[in-house]
Nanobody
């Protein structure tokens, strides 16, 4: 049974940083690309970032490129999202998912972790 458990969210001021974590289980983690998504209040869920199986290639949504860094630890079945220079528009519920890029249609979702950036 696939499980994805996100953590690390919180309330931070504009310009601050947070590091999100996602613990994955129930599938061969090291064989799958992973992604982060977010859903702002009143908006649809959107893709944020992806990385390949060994993390050698990463891609980012334009608004977070240069501020966010996705990474993974295959030994621990973990994927991370380091978020720096946070802006109020980064506020939302953040999810990790199995898959690569905007064309991916993930099947499994965790409960997400809330990120709130105050102005």
């Amino acid at each position: 049974q696939v499980q994805l458990v996100e953590s690390g969210g919180g309330l931070v001021q504009t310009g601050g940083s947070l590091r999100l974590s996602c613990a994955a289980s129930g599938f061969t983690f090291s064989a799958n690309p992973m992604s982060w998504y977010r859903q702002a209040p009143g908006k649809e869920r959107e893709w944020v970032a992806s990385l390949t199986t060994v993390g050698g290639t990463t891609i980012y949504e334009d608004s977070v490129a240069g501020r966010f860094t996705i990474s993974r630890d295959n030994a621990k079945n973990m994927v991370y999202l380091q978020m720096n220079s946070l802006k109020p528009e980064d506020t939302g519920l953040y999810y990790c998912a199995v898959g690569w890029g905007t064309a991916s249609r993930p099947t499994y979702w965790g409960r997400g972790t809330q990120v709130t950036v105050s102005s």
